[in-house]
């Protein structure tokens, strides 16, 4: 299984990301993970999709008139 922890900045474990092949065989094999999931979905509400939607646009209209991720982390722990 290729698991990849992540971590916060003092290096704690925060979660784990399971590729979704591996998810899939998971839930085939614990049919409880199938549920879980079925159970926990939370499905987005519609001022959150109309946020979605706003700046997609924004950024079809204007794609060079964004910052990396790197960059974007770098000036905010400059910021900090």
Known sequence: MNLQFIKDIKGN??????????WQSLKTKYSDLQNEEINT????NSW???IIDERLENYYKNPKDVLDFDTTIAKIRKGL
């Open 13 to 22: 474990t925060t979660g784990v990301f399971i590729p979704i092949e591996e």
């Open 48 to 50: 959150q999709k109309e």
């Open 41 to 44: 979905s939370v499905e987005l």
